[in-house]
T-cell receptor
């Protein structure tokens, strides 16, 4: 197992386009978290899953954002009608319940 | 008041110095993580603590649950330690809340 994997690593998109990111957690990890980090700031919570259930969703997440974890393994984060303010690093982390969390390398989104 | 605060915000040290970064939080937690992030890079977990003290190489992390405070110490600092160090608390039964980070620069 090579750890938490995120794809793509970088994404440049035009304003108004839809984008989808993928996160593959460490095998057997039941929790999966999505965070957003803008330049010079700490990560901000977006949403998290326990298995396939989405347990919490931040108020930061507008209706344009949706996340899924259909089989309790990998997860996707989709942003519809992207805006320039969506430009950020999108981070995924996974853990087994309350044990140590491991982070992916992130997907850097640039909306032009 | 933020749920997780860190100090200092920025820190510049000379190679070899002993460094301390502090984290305080105001909520009930089940664990606390210290994370390291290099510029443009991903986040690496350094420690997860729920009590006491942990040591890994030149890094030491302590936590005082009663005082809601944790410290990260780096002994014999080196330029490759230059990074942002982030304190993240795992809320009981919930998600992580991150501190704002401490930007460390170690000069040769």
């Amino acid at each position: 197992d090579t750890g938490v994997s995120q794809n793509p690593r970088h994404k440049i998109t035009k304003r108004g386009q839809n984008v989808t990111f993928r996160c593959d957690p460490i095998s057997e990890h039941n929790r999966l978290y999505w965070y957003r980090q803008t330049l010079g700031q700490g990560p901000e919570f977006l949403t998290y899953f326990q298995n396939e259930a989405q347990l919490e969703k931040s108020r930061l997440l507008s209706d344009r954002f949706s996340a899924e974890r259909p089989k309790g393994s990998f997860s996707t984060l989709e942003i519809q009608r992207t805006e320039q303010g969506d430009s950020a690093m999108y981070l995924c982390a996974s853990s087994f319940s309350d044990t140590e969390a491991f982070f992916g390398q992130g997907t850097r989104l640039t909306v032009v | 008041k933020n749920e997780v605060e860190q100090s200092p915000q920025n820190l510049t040290a000379q190679e070899g110095e002993f460094i301390t970064i502090n984290c305080s939080y105001s909520v009930g937690i089940s664990a606390l993580h210290w994370l390291q992030q290099h510029p443009g890079g991903g986040i690496v977990s350094l420690f997860m603590l729920s009590s006491g003290k942990k040591k890994h190489g030149r890094l030491i992390a302590t936590i005082n649950i009663q005082e809601k405070h944790s410290s990260l110490h780096i002994t014999a600092s080196h330029p490759r330690d230059s990074a942002v160090y982030i304190c993240a608390v795992l809320l009981v039964g919930q998600n992580f809340v991150f501190g704002p980070g401490t930007r460390l620069s170690v000069l040769p």
